[in-house]
């Protein structure tokens, strides 16, 4: 109580990007924060850990971010970490392809959208028609017209539509979509993918940079979002689960949790994952639609290959990968320059239906095969140690129609709100989304 003026409480299931985001925005406008946190540390999907095999830290999983990732940039300004990513300068990515040959997408550094015509142009993967089809293709995405219109039509659907060809489709359009949508183009949303091809390729040059963190996940965001919330008068319960909500004329009255304490405030935002909510509000009686709407959702996992050797295999920061079930290999040393990560490269799987109950050793047998075939030095490195990591649930499936499963931050129950970036924001599951609802939630909570 300062004066007359009560400060508002908000409690905040949940501590993910989309939880973290909505605190901090939440502090900066004068709330009390409160975030529980089920597990002993925070940062929900994306984080890190020791791993004493290989005496590292490591990533649960390699998060790509992109410069149009506005909201994510902001917040990470503020919990003063801005400096430990990494900005290309422009667009450029290396793909090898796994007969031997290699190509680069190296965008100039000119206005949007001729920035990205330009790498086009100078891609060598594809033949000069392809090119010529892509360039009208661009046109389809900014402008748009009944031809090109996406709605409820697959990626693959969409592409076919704008006269996209087999072999431009698995050069780069395939992997653009399993990178920004963690799904297979003939099972994703071309309508998602278009907003994000807007925004990422066809608005501001620096939008399409590539941005990668140059730290281990948990060093990134949740130890510093910690610190931010600890120094500005917040409060962090982790390690304890929510037994139940407290409930009373269609509002949320108390959080208790398995140890018997209450937590009240005048808000609650749940930013839990999609598959949790469910069990969150079991028992309330809440009967809204976006309580049922989960049902709708779909998982699409992801598998994480990180293999440690005796040498550095590549001079490359990262690359992509054709004609292969690996999509994306990253060499960490180079990524957080540092020699303790020398000759470990991470390897990614995004859309994993098939493989994710591959057996882990058969599953790094495949990573050694492929890597043979894209850096020959494989065959005479050694192999120190491994790790495979399977995220069943990393994302929701984006399919056609998903959009209608995906609710508001603001719920139909009076002081409650909505986060995660499987909420109604427009884009894919992605770091950007989660903060992106964390947000809009504090502004619906700010603006009542």
């Not at 009373?248 to 209450?262: A, E, F, I, Q, T």
């Amino acid at each position: 109580m300062i004066g007359n003026f009560r400060v508002k409480k908000v409690i905040i299931i949940g501590g993910g990007f989309a939880g973290l985001s909505a605190a901090t925005a939440l502090i900066t406008a004068g709330y009390h924060v409160t975030i529980i946190e089920q597990r002993r540390f925070l940062g929900g999907r994306a984080y890190s850990f020791y791993d004493k095999e290989t005496g590292l830290e490591l990533d649960n999983g390699q998060h790509i971010l992109m410069g149009c990732y506005e909201n994510t940039f902001r917040f990470l300004r503020k919990i003063g970490v801005a400096d430990k990513l990494y900005f290309q300068k422009n667009l450029c990515v290396d793909f090898l392809d796994t007969d031997g040959h290699a190509y680069r997408l190296d965008c100039l550094p000119l206005p949007s959208p001729f920035h990205i015509l330009s790498g086009i142009l100078r891609f060598k993967a594809i033949s000069l028609s392809e090119k010529i089809r892509m360039l009208n293709m661009a046109k389809g995405v900014m402008f748009g017209n009944a031809t090109t219109s996406s709605h409820d039509l697959t990626i693959t659907e969409w592409l076919k539509r704008l006269g996209q060809g087999e072999k431009a489709r698995e050069t780069l359009w395939d992997i653009i979509t399993l990178a920004t949508m963690n799904e297979h183009p003939d099972k994703s949303s071309a309508a998602i993918f278009r907003n994000v091809m807007k925004k990422a390729f066809f608005s501001h040059r620096r939008n399409s940079r590539i941005v990668l963190p140059v730290v281990p996940l948990s060093s990134l965001f949740a130890e510093a979002a910690e610190i931010y919330i600890n120094k500005n008068c917040g409060s962090i319960e982790k390690g304890i689960a929510v037994s139940e909500l407290l409930t009373g004329n269609n509002s949320v009255s108390g959080v208790k949790l398995k140890d018997g304490r209450v937590f009240r405030g005048d808000y609650y935002i749940s930013a839990v994952p999609y598959y949790s909510v469910q069990r969150l509000f079991a028992g309330t009686g809440f009967l809204g639609a976006e309580f049922n709407s989960v049902h709708g959702l779909r998982p699409s996992p992801i598998i994480s290959i990180h293999l440690l050797f005796n040498t550095p295999l590549t001079e490359h920061t990262f690359v992509a990968l054709l004609n292969s079930p690996i999509q994306w290999v990253f060499n960490k040393e180079k990524i957080f320059r540092d020699t303790a990560y020398r000759g470990l490269l991470s390897l990614v799987i995004s859309g994993a239906h098939e493989y994710i109950d591959v057996p882990s050793e058969k599953l790094v047998e495949m990573a050694l095969r492929e890597l043979k075939k894209v850096f020959p030095d494989t065959s005479s490195a050694r192999l120190l140690c491994c790790k495979v990591i399977k995220e069943r649930h990393a994302t929701f499936s984006p399919q056609p129609g998903v959009d209608q499963y995906r609710p508001s931050q603001k719920s139909s129950i009076n002081n409650l709100f909505l986060a995660g970036d499987w909420t109604d924001t427009g884009l894919p599951a992605t770091i950007e989304g989660a903060v992106l609802s964390g947000q809009k939630c504090a502004k619906a909570i700010v603006g009542i």
